[in-house]
């Protein structure tokens, strides 16, 4: 790091951006992605492209998305001689991943589709909406092969948590469901500039098939984890109560061994499943359509 003679004041990060500064750090987070040489990486939020920089020079295709205006200029201009490197200015949260993965028009003949290329993604994520970030990332999950991603601690401890710790939650049970969660390395604030109040962890998420497994429908069984989680100090039986009749939710646990007093955060995601399977089964429907 270059001293100076006097301190300067910094300016006040917008929309959550705390930049890493720590070079060490930047390339462990790329290596983490594996060989990329083939690879078409997704980065969000690139700030002032520490990130990007190693991955210009490392992965077949990088594709930026910035929010802030100024950034998102800047990092053109940067890698204006990088043909491997595209950046975007827009919000993740409203990323159109059909329009930038899927195939493009008259790219393929009528009845010679292919499936989408399979892209890894990398990003700091702004602590404000990292739930937000990740849950589109699922709901979009056949375009990605790998998520490293930088978290607040607590979140990374949250995603990480097996059923049972306190940490467990809705946002726990919804990124085991869709991936393998490894939790890499932590980052103190001085990593960044400005440094945040928090460390941060850097996550490694991978697609599993568990969902497959559990026998469930996709977004029947997210809406019936939401119902269960709803308040988290409830047991599971009130907050079901007053989706399902009583009666077929008395039959439903029953079945499933679960005790009245069994709170959400207990079961494991086969027990959540085998609990909705019986719901769905013995006519203990939800009484909202």
Request: a positive charge; zero cysteines.
């Amino acid at each position: 790091m270059k001293a100076t003679s006097a301190r300067v004041p910094q300016k006040k990060p917008k929309l959550g951006q705390h930049f890493l500064t720590d070079t060490v750090a930047t390339i462990r987070i790329v290596e983490a992605l594996g060989d990329l040489s083939r690879a078409t990486v997704f980065e969000i939020g690139p700030g002032r492209g520490a990130l990007t920089s190693v991955l210009a020079r490392r992965a077949r295709r990088v594709i930026a998305v910035e929010a802030d205006r100024v950034l998102a200029a800047q990092l053109r201009m940067r890698f204006s001689l990088a043909p491997n490197v595209e950046v975007i200015e827009g919000d993740i949260l409203a990323v159109d991943f059909n329009t930038l993965f899927g195939p493009k028009p008259g790219s393929t003949r009528p009845g010679m589709e292919q499936a989408p290329e399979k892209v890894r993604v990398i990003g700091n994520l702004p602590y404000f909406i990292t739930s937000d970030i990740l849950l589109r990332l699922f709901e979009h999950r056949n375009f990605f092969e790998m998520f490293v991603l930088m978290v607040q601690k607590e979140v990374a401890d949250r995603l990480a948590a097996r059923h049972g710790a306190s940490e467990y939650g809705l946002l726990s049970a919804t990124a085991q469901l869709y991936t393998e969660v490894e939790k890499l390395f932590t980052l103190p604030p001085a990593a960044f500039s400005p440094p945040p109040k928090v460390h941060s962890t850097v996550i490694r998420l991978t697609p599993s098939q568990r969902l497959d497994t559990l026998h469930v429908g996709d977004d029947e069984f997210i809406r019936f984890l939401k119902i269960s989680f709803a308040q988290k100090r409830k047991t599971l039986w009130n907050n079901l109560k007053s989706e399902y009749p009583a009666d077929g939710l008395k039959r439903a646990m029953s079945k499933t061994r679960l005790q009245a007093s069994v709170r959400a955060e207990s079961l494991s995601l086969e027990q959540s499943a085998a609990l909705f399977r019986a719901l769905s089964s013995d006519g203990g429907n939800s009484t909202q359509s």
